[in-house]
């Protein structure tokens, strides 16, 4: 399997995964200092039109973001590794499991609450930038085509983030604020068919779709998945780009250099005064936490034996079951994309201390488990599958 630079998407270098910790790591300092009130104040403190600083980065800033996922599955699904049932078999097989399993782990610790059922979805996603930022640094001991399978995993988990916002995590809507958002979309599918190729104008609708999908009562941040996904990608204008293609090299070091650096930075601190072990121990965390850590590595796991028992897929090549266990490992990072589902799983933020010990451990053990095991499985020669 030959990899197109270009489709690895956000952590393309190692950089933004490094970020990406010592945003986590400077929150969680910051948090247990004496700065501890000025962190909270910080974002929590009404800044612009009413809203905290905090909403404009996990519903502004994050919208970007989405908008670049919703641009990034549009060109896998025409031009990628998704435009045949056969490429996309094995990662859809695999996300498709990894996404399941955390999911039932979760519900079989939390059945009995109601309340911390609503968290059911933390635990199956997986962050990218973390997860291919590890694979990075083990550099060429890691085949290119077990890298290219991590990424394509992961545009399918964060497409399944986005179906499981709609479907669950939308509140009362507003079926007005809907309709103009359903003309905003409709606009801009009629630029893309009447074959406009400049970005301002999508840009200028993005925001107004933006702004009556935030008032519909959905998550706004959808408002970026639907314009990624309308923005031409094999119309080019006068200077042969193509529009999607042109706006995912603009955007990607935004997002992976200071966008989800500063979600992170926003949504990690968690202050351990008073907090005792038994935390830990409380359904929601342990949820999360065995959810990420097993319920990732063994729903993609058992989803790929099966499927290869049955010849439906092979592992990608020259990959060893050892190496491929090992990319299983890391995407139990779910980290960004689990912290932005447990704010909307849990808008009251009564269990915000359990969300982030459980993201933070989950994920934790899956970086250093996966790093050690694809570290200890390019040691020796393997016969490759």
């Not at 800033?61 to 045949?84: C, D, N, P, Q």
Request: aromatic share 8%.
């Amino acid at each position: 399997m030959k990899v197109n630079k270009s489709f690895i998407p956000i952590a393309s270098e190692i950089i933004p995964g490094l970020l990406l910790c010592f945003a986590t790591c400077l929150a969680l300092i910051v948090a247990n200092s004496p700065l501890n009130n000025l962190y909270n104040t910080l974002f929590n403190t009404p800044f612009v039109f009413g809203q905290s600083i905090q909403f404009i980065i996990n519903d502004g800033l994050m919208a970007i973001f989405f908008l670049l996922v919703g641009l990034e599955v549009k060109r896998e699904l025409i031009t990628g590794h998704l435009t045949s049932l056969k490429k996309a078999m094995l990662p859809l097989v695999a996300a498709t499991g990894g996404a399941i399993l955390p999911a039932i782990i979760y519900v079989a610790l939390n059945f009995q609450d109601s309340t911390s059922l609503q968290g059911w979805a933390i635990p199956t996603a997986t962050d990218i930038a973390f997860a291919l930022g590890i694979m990075m640094i083990l550099g060429k001991r890691v085949p290119n085509s077990l890298k290219v399978c991590l990424v394509t995993i992961a545009v399918i988990d964060d497409l399944f983030a986005v179906m499981i916002i709609a479907l669950f995590y939308t509140s009362d809507i507003s079926l007005i604020a809907l309709c103009f958002a359903a003309l905003g979309i409709g606009g801009a599918v009629i630029m893309n068919i009447r074959g406009t190729t400049r970005l301002i104008p999508y840009l200028l609708v993005g925001v107004f779709v933006w702004i009556c999908v935030l008032k519909s009562g959905i998550h706004p941040t959808l408002a970026g998945v639907a314009l990624g996904l309308i923005i031409p990608l094999k119309t080019a204008n006068k200077n042969g780009e193509r529009p999607c293609v042109k706006l995912e090299h603009i955007l990607h070091p935004w997002v992976s250099l200071l966008i989800l650096p500063i979600f992170a930075f926003a949504n990690a601190g968690i202050s351990f005064t008073g907090i005792s072990l038994t935390v830990f121990a409380e359904p929601v965390t342990l949820g999360i936490m065995l959810g990420l850590f097993f319920g990732k590595q063994m729903g993609i796991m058992i989803a790929t034996k099966l499927a290869c028992y049955l010849n439906v897929v092979n592992l990608p090549n020259r990959t060893t079951w050892r190496q491929y266990y090992g990319m299983a490992l890391l995407t139990g990072i779910g980290f960004t994309m689990s912290l932005f589902i447990g704010n909307l799983a849990f808008e009251s933020g009564d269990q915000s201390i359990e969300v982030k010990l459980g993201v933070l451990s989950g994920s934790l053990l899956s970086a250093i488990a996966g790093s050690l095991l694809l570290l200890l499985s390019t040691q020796k020669k393997e016969t490759p599958v």
